[in-house]
């Protein structure tokens, strides 16, 4: 069974930028989840995907946006990238959205905006 | 809205000590919580979950918690810890119409010295 995979492991970009981020659901897994870890802080909610629909976002603004595919993995995209959007990226699969206490993290995408 | 308040965000203790990590939530409904353990430059493994039943919950590595409502706690505990238990602990929340969303802590970083 595969787990949780993320990339790439390391990103750097510049203020104003756009950035894709990708992620590949743990077999079986319909629904994914991202949140956003800044150093010395609890990962913070982004938003999650269920059947490729939008399902639940945090307080993100919209350049945050995602997909989902119908393979069911995921890709994160931010637009006008700021200092402030520097952050470990997490993406976590379940299997059924109501399931979704059960979540299974990858590695994550380090990501530095100067 | 949900949070959670972890006590300590660092925690020392020696080898084959025994330690605690203090976890407190507040939420109006019914709750979901989680302990979670990330390891340098890794994502989140899941340690341990309560979702109902015994407030007593045994996780992964020998940790335990136990879930007290009246006090709002789920304090995260190992009779015994190794220098492998060295890592950043969170403790997260989640339920109501939140199923599909985790609240994360400011996370404890438990330095296990030999």
């Known amino acids: 069974e595969t787990g949780v995979t993320q990339s790439p492991t390391h990103l750097i970009k510049t203020r104003g930028q756009q950035v894709t981020l990708r992620c590949s659901s743990q077999s079986g897994h319909n629904t994914v989840s991202w949140y956003q870890q800044a150093l010395g802080q609890g990962p913070q909610f982004i938003f999650q995907?269920?059947?490729?629909?939008?399902?639940g976002r945090g307080n993100f603004p919209p350049r945050f946006s995602g997909l989902q595919f119908p393979n069911y993995s995921s890709e994160l995209n931010v637009n006008a990238l700021e200092l402030d959007d520097s952050a470990l990226y997490l993406c976590a699969s379940s299997l059924e959205q109501w399931s979704s206490y059960e979540q299974y993290f990858g590695p994550g995408t380090r990501l530095t905006v100067t | 809205a949900q949070s959670v308040t972890q006590l300590d965000s660092q925690v020392p203790v020696f080898e084959e000590a025994p330690v605690e990590l203090r976890c407190n939530y507040s939420s109006s409904v019914s709750v979901y919580l989680f302990w979670y353990v990330q390891y340098p430059n890794q994502g989140l493994q899941l340690l341990l979950k309560?979702?109902?039943?015994?407030?007593l919950v045994k996780g992964i590595n020998g940790f335990e918690a136990e879930f007290n409502k009246s006090q709002t706690s789920f304090h995260l505990r190992k009779p015994s810890v190794h220098i492998s238990d060295t890592a950043e602990y969170f403790c997260?929340?989640?339920?109501?119409?939140?199923?599909?969303?985790?609240?994360f802590g400011q996370g404890t970083i438990l330095t296990v010295h030999p």
């Open positions: 997260a929340v989640s339920g109501g119409t939140s199923y599909g969303k985790l609240t």
């Open positions: 995907y269920y059947r490729e629909e939008e399902n």
């Open positions: 309560y979702l109902s039943g015994s407030t």
